[in-house]
Each structure stands twice: as structure tokens, then as C-alpha cells.
């Protein structure tokens, strides 16, 4: 899905008259073409090369990348959420590179997108691409449409966990994910 640059500029210069102010002042002018350019650059990064290391077919323990910092937009006020997520999995004789790991979360981040669905497509992404033996998802973010309107209340976090294959059928490898989730913050 492409991202239509005129009907962005469009839908901003109607925008910024709407909150009643004049699109053609200096500060704003060239804000339309920004902002669509800013979209260009969020789907950008949708579309990457996931490469798989069969190589690596001997280490079959847990992989975790934690703390990644992670931008979403709420799709019902188009604010930021944003915070950390941490992603794990067990290979099954196929690993990736840890970066792919990184886009992975990037991709489905930058779009419209409610915390509960984001964490979920992360989920279901990795477990199709890598056929793992599971994969956890666990994403903590603050969202701004709670934190500068509506009920004003910053500065929390919501938390939001996908388990998939092993991280849900046995406690022992659930209990090791949120256990090295914790390390480090007590
Ligand atoms: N489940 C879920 N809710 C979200 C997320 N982001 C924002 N929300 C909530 O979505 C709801 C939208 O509620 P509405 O009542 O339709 O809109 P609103 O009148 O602007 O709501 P308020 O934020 O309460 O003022 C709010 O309760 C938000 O806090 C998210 O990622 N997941
Ligand atoms: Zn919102």
C-alpha cells in the first residue's frame, strides 16, 4: 500500500484551516509536504529483507532482544504511543539476524495501531517467518492521547503480552522470558 503524497498535503492544509489557522504562513507552509514526507519514511521501513541463518541450526535456546524503543501512532486520536518492547523466541533450527528482530517491531509500529493488535502482528509475524518453537511479545508504552487529553493522566505505562507455541504451554520457559524481562530493574 502506497502512501498517496497529494492526498496527504490535501487532507493537512484542510486540517490546519480547520483548527483555524492559515496554511500559507511561514511556519506552516511547507508543514503538508512534511508531514507526507514523514509517511513516505514511516512506509518506508514496512518492507524489509527478514534473512534466515539456517547455519546457526545448533542453538536452540531462548533469543531475547529487550528495551527496544518503539514509536506507534494511536489510531483512534493519530497521538504517539511509545515505549519499550521486548521480543523472544525459541528457534527451531532457523534463526535471524537480531536487527531483523528490531524491524520487525518497526514495521508494524508505523501505522495507525491500537497496543493490544501491534503486539499480536509482532507475534504472529515471527512465528510465521521463523517457524520457531514459540515467541513472546511483551510491549510497554504510554500513550499520549491518555497522558495530554481526555482523562490527563500521564506518565503510566500499559503493558501488553503475546505468547505464542512454548512460551504458552510450558511455565518453565514463560517464567525464564519474564524473569530476564525483569533483570536489571529491581
Ligand atoms: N484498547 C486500547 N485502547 C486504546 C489504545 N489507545 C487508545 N485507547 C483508548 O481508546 C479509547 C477511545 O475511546 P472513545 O470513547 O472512542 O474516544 P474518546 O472520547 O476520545 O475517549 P477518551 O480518551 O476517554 O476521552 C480511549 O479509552 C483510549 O484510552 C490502545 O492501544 N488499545
Ligand atoms: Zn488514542
Known sequence: MAVDREKIKQAVRLFLEGIGEDPNREGLKETPDR????WEEFDSMREFDFKLFEEF???NEMVLVKDINI??????HLLPFFGKAHVAYIPDGIVCGLSKL??????????????????NEIADFLMEQLKPKGVAVVLEMEHLCMSM???ISPGHLTTTSALRGIFLSDIRTREEFLKLIKRGRE
Not at 103 to 119: C, N, S
Open 57 to 59: 541450526g545448533s542453538y
Open 102 to 119: 528490531v524491524r520487525t517491531v518497526r514495521a508494524f509500529a508505523l501505522r495507525p495501531q491500537l497496543q493490544e493488535k501491534l503486539t
Open 149 to 151: 487529553r481526555g482523562v
Open 35 to 38: 508531514v507526507a514526507r514523514m
Open 71 to 76: 514509536y506507534s501512532i494511536c489510531e483512534h
